[in-house]
Every structure is written in structure tokens, then in C-alpha cells.
């Protein structure tokens, strides 16, 4: 159960796109982890390309949007982590 | 931990950047200043100025008011000086202007103009320092980044308090400060250190930042970088020693300029190597129009810099020496910073207008603000005008220069009506833009009211009914 909802929570979240490069945050890889407990509740910890980055608020609050509208989350949590920084390396090949 | 948000003044920096910008190109196509007046004769001070203070030192202190804040994620601080700063940077300069003006005869204006703008210009950037320090120091430990933009300003200190000299000197009202800080000599110094060191460190230091953010490109390894800091800071400190030389009773030489100039050089070669990895190593293969047009500002800086020290170190050729500070200063520093006041402009407006629609529906690019080709072509006509320009400088062709001046000013008009149409939301289509009343302001962002309510939380939290 709390498999698939993580699957079914990282695809929701490729429609949250980046509006520089035009790719969702998980192929530029600033979903660093998704956990579901069984009864729904969402734990995500995300990143931004850098720190201080002006989008950081607004990435953090699409990404619980889109999460928290998967059938069968309950609850989300997003958390912001700098550790390990995120690096070009991390977006995903085409 | 704080997130960095929307500087509100930084257009109208910008604008009134662009304007001084604007100014310069007209009063250089009309045949005021350089090469129709000699180098020190207040005609070219005032177009000198006027690019300096006006154009480029309001269009970077802009654009460090921004990204400051997001490169060392801290807040600005004390946000409400940046209003003041540009008022004081703006009329210190008026005054400047004026004070060259009456030195020139041109008007009978009282000399005292002179100190009274030296003294705005001094608390303008005195203010613009404030903030900009306070908000490096505020970060632990000090980045490189943050000890490139610390030089610059340390450059800026010292251009503005030698520049405050100069000008009480020229009002004749220190005759104590004359014995000590004879001009013309000190000038050079002066304008290395302006350019140089405060506007040209800090272009090193905030492109090494900005590259990698906009090409998605991996950081390079600091020691690489470190060596561009520690090369244009010891060249740096070379002009200061310059500077104050004559104040000591030191005799240096006509031919010390060329010990500051050279360590530059050799500072924008590693940077030079360190931009073409960026470039090579970058993951965003298309290049964006700010990446495209800033490569003709670089190979102005490739061409310019190494040959500079060169001219001054053979001496006597005067038009070499302004065709090649033409170069610099309009190629490589007002090329770049052109190219990058696309993007600076179309990212914050995009922040301002469709951030808040993120993951809730289509929303446009931040590309999709910018209106391509035409952009381009306004950037080809303003670097084909620079390139004339230096060609008629190096050749001593006054009327050529002037002609030259013609598509600079019409590339320029072209990329300021563009940024002005970037604001407007031109290019996107109608379905897409928010109503009247929540469209971007021209010269104000709405930095507070786009502010997100988690903004200063690490952990955003909802949960379904």
C-alpha cells in the first residue's frame, strides 16, 4: 500500500514543473525522498538547485499541493534539505 | 531558515540604469567627450561618469540588491536603504555632472557643486555598502563568492573617497589635499579601481555564480576560482598603492599602471578558462539568449585585458589605450551586463506573476517572457556598434566613433524596450496573464505581497479533510 503510494505520489509530482528548464522537479532530481505510512501521511524531503533560491517557498508549497491531491494521501509533509547539495549531476538523462 | 525574496527596488535601479546608459550613447553620438575633447577635459568626464555611476554601477548594485540575498541565502538587510541609496547615487551624479559643466564654463554654476556631489555619491554607496555587507557577513563561514563582492566594495570605498578628493580638489577649495593627491596622476587609479576592481571583480565573482545556476553547470573547485580573487585583489592592491603614493612622497613611475593592469590580466585569463569549463561542463545544452549574448562580452574581455597592460606598458599611444577601456567597459562589462538584465528582468518578473500557479495548472516559462529573435538582433546591433567604435577609436576616426554610436543606441533603446515589454507581459498570450491589477508594476516589484506563507519554515505541511 505504502509502496504504490509513494509511486503514485512521484508521478503526480512530474507535473510540477521547473519554469527555467521546463522539467519536472523529479527529473532535475530535487525529490530526494518520498515515504508513505500506511494510513497516507506523506513524508517528502525535496531540495532547490541553490539555498537561497527565491522559488524554494513556492516549489515546497506546488509540491504538497500535488502530493496532498494523490487519492489515498491523508496528510503531507515537505521538508527542505541542503545535505547533500543538490549538483547538475542529479537531473536525469533524457 | 530565511528564504531569500524579491528586491523591490532593483528596477527602478535598473531603469534608471538604462537611461544613463541611453545618455552616454547620445552624448557620444553627438560628438561630446572623447575622442572630440581630450581624455581629462570635463566633457569626457561627464560621458565617463555617466557610464560608470549611471549605467554600470546602478545596473550592478541592482542586481546585487537581488542576488545577494539568494547566493548567500540570507535576507537583504535593512531592505528600506535601497530607495535612499538610489536617490543619493542619482543625484550625487546630477551634481557631478553640473560640477563638470561649470568647470567647463559652460554654466555659471558655483565649483562647490563639486564636494556636494561627491558627498551624495559618498553616502549612496555608503548606504549600498551597508546593506551589501551586512547581508554577506550575516552567512558563516564567508564564501568566495561573498570575498569577490567584499573587494569590490573595498575597490568602491576607495574610488568613491579618491573620486570625493578629486572633486574638492577641482572646486579649489583644498589646496592641502592638492599637494598630496596631485592630479591628473591619480586619476588612473582611480577609474582601475572603478572598473576594475568594483565593477570588474565583481562581475568575475557574481558570473562564476550566476553561470552556474542559469547553465546548470557543476561548481568549479574553489582553489581554481580562488586564484582569480587572490590575482585581481593583489592587482587591486597595486592601485590602491598607486593611489597613495604621491601622498607619501613615493616615486613610482608613468609606467606603474602597467603592474595593477597586468595582475588583472592575469586574473581574467584563469577566469577566462574557468568561464569555458562552465560553458563545455554546463547540463543545459540550448543556450538562453543572457548566455548567448554574454559570449561577445567575453571575448571583449579576452581581447581587451591582456592587451591594455600591453598599451599602457609601450606608452604613448592614447587612442589604443581608449579604444581598449572602450572595449572593457562597453563590450565586456556593458555586454554582460546587458545579456544578464534579460534574464535578472524575465526570472523576477516571472517570480512576481506566475510563481504562486506553480503545480496548480500550465503556466508559462520563464523563457517564454523574452521575445526571440528580436532580442538577439537587438544585442548583434548593440556589439556591432562596440566593435566600429573601438575600430575608429584604435584608428583615431573621431566621425567613425560617432557613427559607431548609432546602432549601440538603437541596440540599446531595442533591449530596453524589450525589458520594458518583458514587464507588460507581451509576449504572453492572453489566457495567461493575471488581471490589470496584479500584473507586475514597471519600476516596483511587489516583494511583499507574492511573499509564500511558508516562507521562512523548512517544513511545509497539509492535510486533507
Redesign the interface.
Known sequence: MSASLERLVEIALRDVLDPEMGKSVVDLGLIYAIAATPHGAVAITMTTTTPGCPMAGFLKAAVAAVAGSVNGVTAVTVTLSYEPAWQPTMIAAE | ?P????SRWTMSYFAAALASLLAAELLMLAGFGYPAADLTEPATLIVVHVTAIGWLSLAVAGALLQFV??????PLAMPWLALPALLAIVAGLVLLCAGFAALAGWADWPFELMPLAALGLFCGFLLLGVMLVATLLSARPVTLFAGFVLVGLACLAVTVLSGAAFATILSGRSAWLASVAPLPDGLRFHALLGFGGWLGLIAFGVSYRLLV?FM????LPARQVRLVLVFGGFGMGLAVAGLLAPATGIEIGAGFITMPLGALAVASAFYGRDILTLYRS???KALEINMLASIPAFAALGLGLPLLPIATAIGGWEPGIAALTFLLAFGWLGGLTLAQLVKIVS?MT??ET???R???GP?????DLVAMPRTGWWFALYYAGVAIAVAALAGGLASGFRLAMLPCLIGTAGIACELVRIRHLSEIKAEQRPSLHERPRLLLARADER??P??DN???????A
Request: charged share 25%; aromatic share 6%.
Open positions: 531558515m528564504m531569500a525574496s524579491l540575498p539568494v547566493l548567500v541565502a540570507r545556476m546548470m553547470a557543476p561548481e554546463r547540463r543545459r526570472f516571472w517570480l506566475y510563481a504562486s506553480l503545480g496548480r503556466a508559462p516559462r520563464v523563457g511573499r509564500m511558508h516562507a523548512r517544513t511545509a505541511e497539509t492535510s486533507r
